[in-house]
């Protein structure tokens, strides 16, 4: 309902980052309308915005420029249409929106559909790391119900030390699994604090036979979350094991290996709510490289775009 409060923001205008044009640098903080959220929406107040590399190309197919970029984010929700229930005004939560033609997240106000993905905010817990569990805590979920591990299964992540692979070797590991992960060499003791049993390094020649000397015949499955990484990983892979694609790789499946993708329609709220909860009583990690300032947020897209943040990186409106 639009009361007091709705008539003030819609006089204001708001801090956004935009993409003003097609160009891959076509991207400028400005300033844009607050969206007016429809009946089956939620005007979120947004206190902390999740980076992803998807920021910049994640753009609806009916695009008008300028369009206010992101997917992910924490903050209070302003105000509710006629006919969302569930939700009021005041509520703490983190989400991921969709493409959504009024425009995303990177934003001091983003409408969002009552349809998205919106997990309350426990007590206690930050926007700012609230914010970073929405997305990769949805696509680990799903990624490791695709390879359906069972206790004492052996899990190979190809890129474990960023924002997924953190979450993913916690919950493979919660559930009785083995798991090793790749990364650089800095970043080994950082998976085995998270515990990762066995770690090595993708730029190291000899890396698939230390995991085969890890796990001879081959791990049970294999998570690639880095793009290009499934084709090594499968050669890690036992005969008859699973692989999940979390980049969209595409690779000949051999030795009856499961070449899965990301199953994007099974639901995982229920989880997602779990694991929050779980962060929020300090049971699973979540690592924030780093936390910007809102108007950093262009070197905060440069640094994901590397591919070697540790963990994720945050835009704070505080
Ligand atoms: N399908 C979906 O629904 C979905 C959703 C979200 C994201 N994604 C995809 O997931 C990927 C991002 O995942 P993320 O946010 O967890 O990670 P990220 O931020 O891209 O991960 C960075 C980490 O990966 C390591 N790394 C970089 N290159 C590597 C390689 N070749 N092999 C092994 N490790 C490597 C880096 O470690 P070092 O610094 O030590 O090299 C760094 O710590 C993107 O490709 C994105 O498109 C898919």
């Known amino acids: 309902m639009t009361g007091l409060k709705g008539v003030v923001w819609k006089m204001n205008r708001m801090k956004a980052f935009v993409k003003t044009g097609p160009g891959a640098d076509d991207l400028a903080i400005e300033q844009a ?17 999740g980076v992803g590399i998807h920021d910049s190309y994640f753009l609806p197919q009916t695009i008008r420029y300028p369009y206010v970029i992101g997917i992910e984010a924490a903050g209070i929700v302003e105000e509710t249409g006629n006919r969302v229930t569930g939700f009021r005004p005041g509520d703490r939560v983190a989400l991921v929106s969709s493409m959504h033609e009024k ?13 998205s993905l919106i997990l309350p905010i426990p007590d206690g817990m930050s926007f700012e790391q609230a914010a970073a569990v929405p997305v990769a805590g949805n ?3 799903k990624a490791l119900s695709a390879l359906d591990l069972k206790q004492g299964d052996s899990l ?7 924002a997924i692979g953190t979450l993913a070797i916690q919950l493979a590991t919660g559930k009785g699994c083995t798991v090793a992960g790749s990364a650089s060499k800095p970043n080994h003791p950082y998976m085995k604090s998270l515990g990762a049993d066995r770690t090595v390094d993708y730029r190291d020649p000899d890396w698939k036979r230390q995991i085969l000397d890890w796990k001879p015949g081959g791990v049970d499955a294999a998570m690639a979350v880095q793009p290009g990484t499934s084709e090594d990983a499968l050669a890690v892979v036992r005969d008859g094991g ?6 969209g790789d595409r690779a000949e499946p ?21 694991m929050i909860n779980q962060i929020a009583d300090g049971k699973i990690h979540v690592e924030i490289e780093q936390v910007y300032p809102f108007s950093e947020g262009l070197q905060a ?3 994901t775009q590397t591919r070697h943040a540790r963990g994720k990186l945050i835009l704070t409106l505080v």
């Open 301 to 303: 897209l440069r640094k």
């Open 156 to 162: 190979f992540i190809a890129g474990a030390s960023g």
């Open 254 to 274: 051999e030795r009856g290996i499961r070449f899965l993708q990301i199953p994007h329609k099974t639901d995982v709220r229920h989880e997602l709510n779990t």
């Open 103 to 115: 425009g995303g997240t990177w934003a001091e106000f983003a409408a969002v559909s009552a349809d």
């Open 139 to 141: 696509t680990a979920l």
């Open 242 to 247: 699973r692989l999940v694609t979390v980049s």
């Open 33 to 49: 309308a607050v969206p007016e959220p429809g009946d089956r929406e939620l005007l979120i107040r947004i206190k902390a915005v």
